[in-house]
């Protein structure tokens, strides 16, 4: 599932963002997405279905917590860079421990 970009940064943020309900949703299907082309599912049973489950109800978990302040900008940009991510990227993410989803939560 692939997300639409933001084409008119000026056009404002709403067609720039997110929403909170949508999310969760989407993170875990391009994360699970990326797990899959990357044969990275064994932490899930080997299974698609089980990553989206076990991601979409962390996720939202993390959003709905009090200590979120959500940013639906921030989002989008998450959920786009883990569509366009590698296997390589991944990888390197992992050990340098970053992450493009850490400003989901840091603030509007």
């Not at 056009?11 to 990326?34: H, K, N, P």
């Not at 989008?76 to 340098?96: F, M």
């Amino acid at each position: 599932m692939q997300t639409q970009r933001c084409l008119w940064p000026l056009v404002g943020l709403l067609a720039c963002s997110i929403s909170a309900e949508d999310y969760s949703a989407q993170r875990a299907a391009a994360e699970c997405t990326l797990y899959e082309q990357c044969g990275l599912l064994s932490a899930f049973e080997e299974s698609y279905d089980v990553c989206l489950a076990t991601l979409q109800a962390q996720e939202s978990a993390w959003v709905e917590s009090a200590d979120c302040g959500y940013s639906g900008g921030a989002a989008r940009q998450c959920v786009g860079e883990l569509e366009d991510a590698s296997c390589d990227a991944l990888r390197d993410a992992a050990l340098e421990d970053l992450s493009p989803c850490v400003m989901v939560c840091a603030g509007s």
